[in-house]
């Protein structure tokens, strides 16, 4: 419900300030924002040759060929004329986002038929780690501590198992086997869950622990900044880890202390304490390795793991096939079973995202955000706040709407300001520190067709807003 009535804000008054835009003469025509591409001239204005500057019209008129000209304005340099017909286009700056119709296209095209790919392979893997068991061996050794997190649950429920997948997948950095164990929780919580419109305790737990974003491989991350020329790609990976463990601490106490759960619970405390050991002696493995040798771990750790989980879960499903017999079926029909419904799943979700990431194109090409964003940076540097960190709140902002749009700003400040500076270095950690809070939201409620999603969403923005400033601060300790 809050959701909703946000979408419909974003929506409404994005289209508002653009036609409001369109007469008051700051925007020439609203094409741009319906048919537009990424990266594409913006078209301001269209002028008589007769009204331009004497030095425009004179190079214009020495030009081979004077039927189209661009000739880059000295006293402008991202202000481009384009002539033909009597008439010169003038195009100032390059659209921030796909327009609306393009978003469609490649909501389906680039997101939605990737990820129902994704979907369908590791639903089959998921379908066959059912039937063989192994699923609920899963959830049965980790019960004691779930049950104290998600009290609601029944012991042994197999959405452990599922939650279990997830936040692995999240914790090595795996987004595409993440999704479809994620989603597949989400159907299972779905199914011990009494109002099937309103989401319950254990989903809205679940939830906002995933969107917390708890990573130890970085891995695209440390990509983009070798692309860069980075001088340590790797640099930014343990406050990567800092950020995002603190994060995820936060959206457990946060959500914890809303449903009055038992912080004192010896099982917990284990768990946590194993947790915090585990990230602890990788880093001091990561460390000591030389920079060929971080590369390498963290080029091939995921993938590794990623090989490990579907191979163990075919000899497991292999070696346990008499309970494929059992249940009148075969391991590679069951694979089947569960692709075809991770197909389903896909189907289900697209409406959800494609009416997000609609709004946030209107949203983005509207001028609002860029508003928005320089007013908070004003607003900061009144404050005393560095010029190097306010020129990163970008990609802070744009984060929680946009994994492409804030990855485009992130890349953005490698170009101008160097891959080694603080800006740069700041924004990486921003971009792995959580996830996109309102794709997360659309794509997990939306696959169980919940409407009210209570106060998950103003918990996720808020452990947002607790991922920036700890960013802000483990950017400027450590660089």
């Known amino acids: 419900m809050v959701l909703s009535r946000f979408w419909l804000v974003i929506f409404i008054s994005s289209i508002i300030f653009i036609v409001a835009s369109l007469f008051t003469a700051n925007t020439y025509t609203i094409d741009s924002v319906l048919n537009g591409k990424k990266d594409d001239p913006i078209l301001v204005s269209e002028k008589y040759i007769e009204e331009l500057p004497a030095f425009i019209k004179d190079s214009i008129h020495k030009a081979p060929d004077q039927t189209m000209i661009i000739n880059r304005d000295t006293l402008n340099a991202d202000t481009t004329y384009v002539y033909k017909n009597k008439t010169v286009k003038i195009f100032s700056g390059l659209q921030k986002s796909d327009g609306l119709l393009p978003t469609c296209k490649s909501t389906l095209v680039d997101l939605i038929l990737p990820l129902i790919a994704y979907l369908a392979f590791f639903c089959g893997l998921m379908e066959l780690l059912i039937i063989s068991g192994a699923s609920g061996n899963l959830a049965k050794a980790l019960s004691p501590v779930f049950v104290k997190v998600f009290p609601s649950i029944p012991k042994n429920h197999p959405s452990i198992s599922y939650m279990t997948l997830n936040f692995a997948a999240n914790f090595l950095g795996l987004d595409s086997a993440a999704t479809p164990f994620g989603l597949k929780a989400m159907e299972s919580l779905q199914e011990i869950n009494p109002d099937k419109d309103k989401a ?52 457990f106490l946060i959500v914890g202390i809303k449903q009055k759960i038992n912080f004192k619970s010896a099982s917990l405390l284990i768990g946590l304490m194993g947790l915090i050991a585990a990230i602890v002696g990788l880093l001091m493995y990561v460390n000591h390795l030389d920079l060929i040798g971080k590369n390498y771990f ?72 860029e508003i928005i964003s320089d007013g908070i940076g004003f607003v900061f540097s009144n404050m005393g706040v560095s010029k190097e960190i306010t020129n990163a709140l970008p990609v802070a902002m744009l984060r929680p709407f946009s994994s492409a749009g804030s990855r485009g700003f992130l890349i953005d400040s490698m170009n101008t300001f160097g891959a080694d500076s603080l800006t740069a270095r700041l924004s990486s950690i921003f971009q792995c520190s959580a996830e996109s809070t309102f794709y997360v939201i659309a794509v997990y409620f939306g696959s169980v067709n919940i409407k009210n999603t209570r106060y998950a969403l103003g918990t996720m923005l808020l452990v947002d807003l607790i991922c920036v400033i700890t960013a802000i601060f483990v950017a400027t300790w450590f660089f």
């Open 298 to 369: 963290t080029s091939n750790l995921s993938g590794l793991i990623l090989l490990t989980i579907i191979v163990f879960t075919l000899i497991f499903s292999f070696r346990h096939e008499q309970k494929f017999k059992d249940a009148n079926t075969t391991v590679f029909d069951t694979f089947v079973v569960g692709a075809n419904n991770g197909v389903k799943t896909g189907v289900t979700i697209f409406p959800y995202v494609l009416g997000m990431l609609v709004a946030i194109s209107l949203f983005r090409n509207s001028g609002l955000f």
């Open 200 to 251: 319950s305790d254990a989903q809205i737990m679940f939830m906002c622990l995933h969107a917390s974003g708890l990573t130890l491989i970085a891995t695209s991350i440390i990509g983009y900044r070798a692309a860069a020329n980075a001088s340590n790609p790797a640099d930014v990976m343990l406050p990567c880890i800092i950020t995002s463990f603190i994060g995820t601490i936060a959206a």
